[in-house]
């Protein structure tokens, strides 16, 4: 119990210092398939992996976040309701733009994939 009320002050505090626990993952660079080699190609992969990875760790941290506001505003036991309502939503934001990146960065990928086949017949 004593581990949800600190939660929910971190959460009633704002949302900057909420989302302070949860490290978002930069993207990437990826090669440029058109030129790159067999071994740029594997180690964009395997650079997209573990993007993907630290991103899934993200993912699940805010999501914790934004269930943890929820529950709390949902049982009427909030000290600041307005304040955990903007860090439910801005986590919800930031989880929604994680998606997002991570679609983005395995589109541009299979992109890249694409143009190496095509730099590369056979």
């Known amino acids: 119990m004593k581990v949800v009320n600190s939660l929910l002050a971190v ?21 440029d398939g058109a030129s790159a080699t067999m071994d740029e190609m594997i180690a964009g992969q395997q650079a997209v992996k573990t993007f993907q990875a630290a991103n899934l760790e993200y993912m699940g941290c805010l999501e914790g976040e934004f269930t943890a506001a929820k529950t709390a505003i949902e049982g009427g036991k909030a000290e600041d309701p307005k304040a955990l309502q903007a860090a439910y939503e801005k986590s919800i934001d930031a989880y929604n733009a ?25």
């Open 11 to 31: 959460l009633a505090l704002g949302s900057s210092v909420a989302m302070a626990e949860c490290v978002q993952p930069e993207a990437p660079a990826l090669p």
């Open 98 to 122: 994680a998606v997002s990146t991570e679609e983005a960065v395995a589109g541009q990928f299979n992109t890249e994939i694409r143009e190496y086949r095509a730099a590369n017949p056979g």
